[in-house]
Nanobody, 115 residues
Framework: QVHFVESGGGLVQPGGSLRLSCAAS????????MGWYRQAPGNERELVAR???????GYAVSVKGRFTVSRDNAKNTMYLQMNSLKPEDTAVYYC?????????WGQGTQVTVSS
């Protein structure tokens, strides 16, 4: 059974940093393309970063240069280092496969950027 657990969110001031973690209970994790997604109030969920096991990485334009995605396949864990945070980064952040599977959405972790 596939299960993702996100953690590391919180309240941070503009310009601050946070590091999110995604713990995956999926045996094929090393071979699975993963994505970080976010959903702000009133908005649709959007993909912000992706990472394949082979090292292919991509970012949404809105976060490129500020966010860094990485993964530790030995620990079945993916990370999202978020720097220079802006109020518009406020959202619930989720991890999922890419393409996503609706049944795999977890609870997410809330990130709030506010002074």
């Amino acid at each position: 059974q596939v299960h993702f657990v996100e953690s590391g969110g919180g309240l941070v001031q503009p310009g601050g940093s946070l590091r999110l973690s995604c713990a995956a209970s999926v045996s094929s994790f090393p071979n699975t393309v993963m994505g970080w997604y976010r959903q702000a109030p009133g908005n649709e969920r959007e993909l912000v970063a992706r990472a394949s096991s082979g090292g292919s990485i991509g970012y949404a334009v809105s976060v490129k240069g500020r966010f860094t995605v990485s993964r530790d396949n030995a620990k079945n864990t993916m990370y999202l280092q978020m720097n220079s945070l802006k109020p518009e980064d406020t959202a619930v952040y989720y991890c999922n496969t890419l393409p996503h599977v609706d049944a795999y959405w977890g609870q997410g972790t809330q990130v709030t950027v506010s002074s």
